[in-house]
């Protein structure tokens, strides 16, 4: 699989990085294994998950993607060739939402153990928090990187303008900046006006922050939950906007004419921008995975990049 540095560091990072929110909890132990080991002998070594996973579905707390990536790592022997990017920030049971120093590290030491581990490779905050003082936040991830506990750090649902104000904080202590975004993302743009709260979606502003200083994008949710290909899945409201029967039409036409699936295309097309973007890939079966990792072997042109990127209404 190919690779990607993570934004300004020395850490190489596969391009497409798997999404274990529901292994463990929605998705079963067995399938969640398969689907790890699919994911590795397709050369893919980069794997995301938070200390919140999957607290929402019934019966679970948070903690079990984690819990089964720290299993499977040790069943495997292979934790110092896999890249683990975990995250903290939102609320889960007895756990409140926040980037204070102190919930920073105490749920790094709770991450820590349910992965079987003594280093976090990326460490993100999940969600922005307006009470507590960048300051404080990136004082406290500078903390584990000097401890050797956390490698790299990330963001994720923040706003451009915060992500510059927190650079500026970093390079004026001296600490550690975030090296990466995740954010929301496909090829659909949401209705002007939309609201995805707690999630902050990707918008111009932000893609070019990230081309200008250097960050990768890392973009979640990118086959909008299947809505792309299945019935039963219809298009979610947030993407009906005045382009979507534009952009849902360029989709389909094009990868009829490459005999490719529309899926394959709108991963095709995120790893294919400049610089690339770094879809989370995931799914619940391995059919539909495999379907994804077939996306790796699309080649665009130039033009067909440039001709996605330009569909307006
Ligand atoms: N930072 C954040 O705030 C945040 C938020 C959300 C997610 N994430 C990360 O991003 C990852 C991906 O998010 P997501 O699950 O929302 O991604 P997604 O790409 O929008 O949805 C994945 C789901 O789409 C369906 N699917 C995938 N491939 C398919 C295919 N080939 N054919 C038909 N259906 C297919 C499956 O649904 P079924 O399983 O229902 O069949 C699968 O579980 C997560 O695992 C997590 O690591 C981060």
Redesign the pocket.
Known sequence: MRTVLLGKTDLRVSIFCL????FGSRTDRETSIALLDQYLERGGFFL??ANIYARWIPGFQGGESETLLGEWMKERKNRHSMVVAT?VGFEMPGVERGLRAHQIETECEKSLRRLQTDYIDLYYA?VDDYRTPPEETLEAFHRLIQAGKVRFIGA??FRAWRLEECRWVSQTKGWSEYCCI?Q?YTYLRPKPGTSFDP?VAVNEDLLEYCRIRGLTLLA???????AY??SDRPIPLQYQGPDTEARLQALREMAEKKGITV?QLVLAWMIYQDPPIVP?A????LA?ME??YRALEVTLSEEEVHFLNEVTG
Do not use: C, F, V
């Not at 999404?19 to 529901?22: D, K, L, N, R």
């Not at 979640?220 to 299947?226: D, K, Q």
């Open positions: 999404g274990t929110m529901y995301d998950t995250k999940h994720s649902n995740q929301r999630q979640y949710s990118p086959l909008i939950g299947g290909s299945r899926n989370l995931a799914g619940s079966t539909q379907e994804n």
